[in-house]
């Protein structure tokens, strides 16, 4: 409850929010023979290492990178893998070093912040009371001691990541920095050290290609039929374990898309870019695939547009749809209640099937209003 004489925080008007740019879906291969794990960790292995050895030649060059050397790097690479595993490499290292570098910058942010508030409550009297906009003083000579010797230790903190940022130093750990501290509790995180080596290994491996579109089926690199079938571009070195043409491996797993699925095959079929990553949990001993592409942007119908056309509202349940056409909020009458049609919810009367969504969304034949025709849902009741 506010306080008297305190006005209350407005609320924002009512606007329409734009569809996700990006979807990504995952399932899982099963039927992977011993042949195809051993490829699958041989070719991530090796894709992996050359990911190491170059993230960390573009931490070394630092601010000083240049298209130049984008393009020697991946020279160097391509001879060891293929050109578009290359370009997937040196992709995937800049997104790492641009995000660590947005990192850096929140956690100045973050010390900035602390380093603040520290120093107002040390300048305030010692007891005395805050507001809810800015905090008090400490409570005693000891808690203001203590915090003393924090700020030092912020500051400290703070002017090293500072000459890092300005010098265009990251730090970034490959396999995650979480996993890299637990290799020294192993016994507090109940994992052995081969245990804690498989993940290890899994998590640095590289098994991730953009998609093109006008390829076939959106990816040269890790190509996904539309009937399920998984095959790789081997690297060169691999080159002999190919099982099909121009140096392809073949997975004997089909895979299948639940969610999304037909989105993903009508992408397929007709050549649109398609990234795709396969990954292995180790702690289950599973192999996953993750499909993932970028949506068009679309125009965003004003509200006050989508009002005019007319506006359907469906509310779904656990097994049918509610909709209903609404109108416009009325001072007298208060919003419109709506009552989906062959639907009781009191007891001992039966419940109306889920109804097919776009059939559901007809509001002249599938729902009605609650001002005649019938007693209509009532106002904290569930339908």
């Not at 009297?125 to 905090?135: D, H, Q």
């Not at 400490?138 to 703070?158: D, H, T, V």
């Not at 592409?293 to 007319?310: M, Y």
Request: glycine letters at 10%; aromatic letters at 4%; proline letters at 7%.
């Amino acid at each position: 409850m506010a306080e008297p004489g305190r006005p209350l925080r407005p609320i924002a008007a009512p606007f329409v929010v734009a569809q996700p740019q990006g979807v990504s879906i995952r399932t899982r291969l099963k039927g992977l023979t011993p042949r195809d794990e051993e490829v699958l960790r041989l070719v991530g292995a090796h894709l992996g290492s050359l990911a190491g050895r170059d993230l960390a030649a573009r931490c070394t060059d630092g601010l000083a990178h240049t298209p130049q050397r984008w393009a020697e790097r991946k020279r160097e690479l391509t001879g060891q893998s293929s050109s578009r595993w290359a370009g997937a490499i040196t992709k995937a290292t800049h997104d790492q070093w641009a995000l660590s570098r947005r990192s850096q910058a929140a956690h100045l942010n973050t010390l900035d912040a602390a380093i603040g508030t520290i120093e107002h409550r040390l300048a305030l009297p010692l007891g005395e009371k805050g507001s809810k906009r800015a905090p008090g003083g400490y409570r005693s000579r000891g808690e203001s001691f203590a915090k003393s010797r924090r700020l030092a230790l912020l500051k400290e903190r703070r002017t090293k990541v500072a000459a890092d940022r300005a010098a265009g130093r990251v730090q970034v750990a490959r396999g995650g920095r979480k996993l890299a501290n637990t290799r020294h509790h192993l016994k507090e995180a109940g994992l052995s050290e081969k245990q804690w080596r498989d993940r290890w290994e899994a998590a640095r491996w590289f098994l991730s290609a953009d998609g093109e579109s006008g390829k076939r089926y959106g990816n040269e690199t890790l190509r996904i039929t539309p009937d399920g079938q998984v095959s790789i571009k081997l690297p060169a070195p691999l080159a002999e374990f190919a099982n099909a043409s121009h140096g392809r491996y073949v997975l004997t797993a089909r895979v299948s898309f639940a969610h999304r699925g037909r989105e993903w095959a009508d992408r397929v079929e007709a050549d649109r870019a398609t990234a795709y990553r396969l990954h292995l949990d180790a702690e289950r001993g599973r192999w996953y695939v993750d499909a993932a592409w970028q949506r068009p942007p679309v125009r965003i119908l004003p509200l006050e547009a989508a009002r005019a056309a007319g506006m359907v509202g469906v509310d779904t349940n656990a097994d049918h749809l509610a909709a209903g056409r609404p109108r416009q909020p009325d001072r007298r009458t208060g919003p419109v209640r709506l009552r989906p049609v062959g639907h009781r919810s009191a007891p001992g009367r039966a419940t109306a099937p889920r109804p097919d969504p776009a059939a559901a969304l007809d509001p002249p034949h599938r729902c009605e209003s609650d001002r005649g025709g019938g007693p209509g849902l009532r106002r904290g009741q569930d339908p």
